[in-house]
């Protein structure tokens, strides 16, 4: 039988969740729809219930309803209770569970890659709700200490509590206390929506090496200001497109039990830049 999926948010028109899953769709003939539907902030239970009557099989959720959609769970898997969001439903009969695909999202470009993270030192530019999944990826892969600086100080002492709690040893410094630092770490992530509006780069970068990992979850431009500083210094690049592809293959792979088509994935998602 037919099987629908949807990204539910708001704005959702640009998303381009439907490129990705309707391209593994065609790739391996699956006799299944992925749509984008608006749900405005305040509408989310309505829409919750008009998703089950049309018997959607399941659906991503993207801003404003990450965190709200966990009241309309009926299981959870432990990566959604963890990180506090929920971006992946499954919809069995009206048993809605949820889980939260950035995690192994961010991980698999390290995965695909083969570069490790244990025993590294990491600076995590950020402290909003994509910088929690990230500090998980880096407690489950055991990196040896993570600096979360950040713009808002309370914001990023919040964070670094649940860092903490997930046992990893932490630091908190305003971005702009960073200065020369970038040096001295092996992992350098912006997980700040900074790169979006084509804004520089929130730190130097000056003095990295050509081995500092150097990742910008922002993925659209492409080649954020960040990532064409880190260029420069021919360090090693982890694009923003790669966390989003890592997310949409884990999701898919959740919801049909099969490995994902990575590459009919990634050129649908290039392609609509
Ligand atoms: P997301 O869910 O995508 O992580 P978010 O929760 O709104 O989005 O978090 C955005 C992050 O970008 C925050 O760390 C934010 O810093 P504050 O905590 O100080 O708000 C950061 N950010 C956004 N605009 C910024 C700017 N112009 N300079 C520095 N940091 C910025």
Not at 142 to 151: C, E, G, L, P, Q
Not at 228 to 257: P, S
Request: proline share 3%; charged share 25%; hydrophobic share 40%.
């Amino acid at each position: 039988m037919a099987k629908s999926f949807a990204v539910i948010g708001d704005p959702i028109d640009h998303s381009l969740s439907p490129n990705i899953h309707n391209a593994a769709f065609r790739e391996l003939n699956l006799d299944c729809s992925y749509i984008a539907y608006r749900i405005p902030k305040g509408e989310l239970e309505d829409g919750i219930e008009g998703l089950k009557k049309i018997k959607i099989d399941g659906f991503n959720v993207t801003i404003p309803h990450k965190v709200e959609m966990m009241k309309y769970l009926n299981k959870m898997d432990e990566s959604c209770s963890l990180i506090g969001a929920v971006n992946t439903v499954t919809n069995n009969d009206g048993i809605l569970k949820g889980y939260n695909t950035d995690m192994d999202g961010f991980l698999e470009p390290f995965k695909k890659k083969k570069l490790n993270i244990e025993n590294t030192k990491v600076l995590l530019l950020g402290a909003g709700g994509a910088a929690r999944a990230i500090v998980a990826a880096f407690a489950k892969e055991k990196a040896k200490s993570i600096t979360i600086a950040n713009r808002t100080l309370e914001n990023a002492r919040n964070l670094s509590e649940f860092a903490k709690k997930i046992g990893l040893d932490v630091n908190v410094i305003r971005i702009e206390d960073v200065k020369d630092s970038a040096k001295n770490y092996d992992i350098i992530v912006n997980a700040t929506s900074v790169g979006l509006k084509n804004e520089p780069t929130i730190i130097s970068l000056d003095n990295i090496n050509e081995k500092t990992i150097v990742y910008d979850i922002v993925y659209m431009p492409i080649n954020t200001d960040f990532i064409k500083k880190a260029k420069e210094k021919n360090a090693v690049i982890i694009f923003g497109y790669e966390m989003l592809l890592g997310q949409a293959t884990r999701a898919f792979e959740i919801w049909h039990g099969m490995k994902a088509p990575y590459n009919a994935m990634k050129k649908a998602l290039l392609g609509g830049f």
